[in-house]
């Protein structure tokens, strides 16, 4: 069976390697053919602009930019380096985000943690020789859609090149696995070939998803909700995962369909944000009957010595690098014993969360990057709960926090003390960084005096006399990052127009010489290079080199998820 498997993906990497070699030929043959002739028949079901759009097989990006002009964002996926070079020079005006991925594991597309309204795979699935293959690849992209998100499949029919094997695949067996997925079929059809070939025809069946159907939702309202608690570690938890799905997608190291894999350390560390301002600041209940906390030990109380200078990218030295590790590794030995592994599936006794801790040795240097982090251990996240955390933060953490508030002000009344609502929310507040854009500033002051004045990133205006404020690509009022690759010099004026809204993709494209001229300037010294690309590793998804382009990439990415997941406004470059 193993080698029957090697041998259809060795098959599978032929036929791209065809596509890449002969992509002067088909990229021809694909642009003379009109997007909307060759889709015309379940094009009037497209969904409603603006939306996320995955084209898989995006070939030279004829369907990509034709989607990209009706509004849409695209994703265009193409495994075949040729084609996809043709696709970027071609249409490198336009905002679509390519991908290096494949059927049937699409797993650096998976990574994006992306869901689509529209899922389109135009003649590929015919390459998918082995029907496990096609049921595997049929699964991943059902994983992809949205809530009533549609997925296109379009097949083609007849005699296949030499060079390029297909086998034929029957419209009822897409058919079948959609009912096995619970996706309605919508439509579906057959017609001829737009070339006019005779022995070639064409099939297309167009499916929706009706709902979630992944269970994470109410297996969330229990665990917040239902499940028992002696304490509040369970809802601190439960919060500070929400909190690394919604702030540092980048921190993943791992994804399959079973698990998300963290760094342990960077549970801790989160879980030490959290409960700083309840226990030092202001002494609040978390169990009943005494204020004692397990992992509360000298290390944390000793923690106002570090300040709240808790941020990604941190170095701290001495008597502070010992204090901050050993409460990491306290918080991460109470959170293994305690709520990770008391947070079970409802009437089971499997821990929802596995995990498991390295022995480290405590050290006199340390810096708050990944691998320092992942040093401490793994922690896994089921993948179907990651994905409701990352698309429904902004829901699940209230709900979190009102638990919260209810049970500690419940442990305060029971001792006979009257705590107020507003001051336990209020020590909820998830304290980021400070919004404080002084650094920024100084180092726009001193580029000005040294005569190299960076300029506006929207408008190209030079920054020598005009007013400049330091904008937040992703408003801060949306997304609480005041990382170092997310603060950018603008003049007043830009910045007063842009709010705070998204930059739309057009606008991002155009300005990327500008931008990664300012990263070039402002934090590529020995002082802020590491903080700038631990900073940007850990918050934006899918950045795999040290590069001013990878992080780009990786702000691009961030920008389509904003835009889709919280349904932000864009700002034009017209405006």
Request: aromatic letters at 8%.
């Amino acid at each position: 069976m193993a080698q029957s498997e090697s041998n259809h993906q060795q098959a599978l990497r032929k036929v791209i390697a065809c596509y890449s070699h002969k992509a002067d030929e088909l990229s021809e043959q694909y642009e003379a053919l009109s997007a909307q002739d060759v889709h015309a028949q379940w094009a009037r079901s497209l969904p409603k602009a603006p939306g996320l759009v995955l084209d898989v097989g995006a070939g030279s990006g004829r369907d990509a930019a034709w989607l990209c002009s009706l509004g849409f964002d695209v994703v265009a996926v193409e495994p075949a380096q040729g084609l996809r070079e043709k696709g970027l020079a071609k249409y490198r005006h336009l905002p679509i985000q390519w991908i290096d991925d494949s059927l049937p594991s699409l797993k650096t597309t998976l990574a994006l943690n992306y869901r689509f309204d529209l899922i389109l795979v135009s003649a590929v699935f015919m390459h998918l020789h082995n029907v496990d293959d096609r049921k595997r690849a049929f699964r991943k992209l059902t994983s992809l859609l949205k809530p009533g998100g549609r997925l296109v499949i379009t097949l083609r029919h007849g005699p296949s090149p030499k060079d390029r094997p297909m086998v034929d695949v029957a419209s009822d067996e897409l058919l079948a696995l959609g009912r096995t997925h619970a996706l309605e079929a919508i439509d579906f059809g057959h017609s001829k070939d737009v070339m006019g070939r005779e022995d070639v025809s064409w099939s297309y069946v167009m499916l929706q998803s009706p709902d979630d159907g992944t269970g994470a939702l109410p297996l969330l309202r229990h665990l917040i909700l239902l499940d028992d608690k002696s304490s509040t570690y369970k809802l601190a938890l439960l919060r500070v995962l929400v909190r690394i799905a919604d702030s540092c997608r980048g921190a993943v190291l791992r994804r399959n369909d079973e698990f998300v894999t963290l760094p342990f350390g960077l549970v801790a560390l989160y879980w030490i944000k959290i409960y700083k301002s309840l226990l030092l600041d202001n002494q609040f209940r978390q169990q009943p009957g005494n204020q004692n906390c397990g992992f509360a030990k000298a290390a944390f109380y000793n923690l106002d010595q570090i300040g709240h200078d808790l941020r990604l990218g941190a170095v701290l030295t001495g008597q502070r690098a010992r204090i901050l590790f050993a409460a990491l590794r306290d918080a991460r030995n109470t959170i293994k014993t305690m709520p990770a592994r008391y947070l079970t599936l409802p009437r089971e006794d499997n821990p929802v969360f596995p995990c498991h801790s390295n022995s480290l040795r405590i050290s006199d240097s340390i810096t708050l990057d990944l691998p320092f982090l992942s040093a401490f251990g793994e922690f896994h996240v089921p993948t179907h709960l990651w994905d409701a955390m990352t698309h429904y933060a902004c829901w699940i953490e209230p709900a979190i926090n009102n638990e919260w508030c209810q049970i500690m002000q419940g442990y305060h009344r029971k001792q006979g003390e009257q705590v107020g609502l507003g001051e336990l929310f209020q020590a909820l507040t998830w304290k980021n960084d400070e919004r404080s854009t002084t650094e920024v500033r100084s180092i726009v002051e001193r580029m000005k005096s040294n005569g190299q004045a960076p300029s506006c990133v929207w408008t190209g205006s030079l920054l020598v006399r005009a007013k400049y404020e330091v904008d937040h690509c992703f408003p801060y009022a949306n997304w609480f990052n005041n990382d170092l690759w997310n603060l950018m010099p603008a003049t007043e004026q830009a910045n007063g127009s842009k709010s705070n809204k998204l930059p739309a993709g057009e606008l991002l494209l155009l300005s990327k010489g500008r931008i990664l001229s300012w990263w070039d300037g402002a934090y590529q010294t020995p002082v802020l290079e590491g903080r700038f690309y631990t900073e940007a590793v850990a918050s934006l998804p899918g950045i795999r080199e040290r590069s001013l382009n990878a992080v780009f990439e990786g702000v691009v990415r961030q920008r389509v998820h904003l835009k889709h997941e919280q349904s932000m406004p864009e700002w034009g470059s017209d405006e």
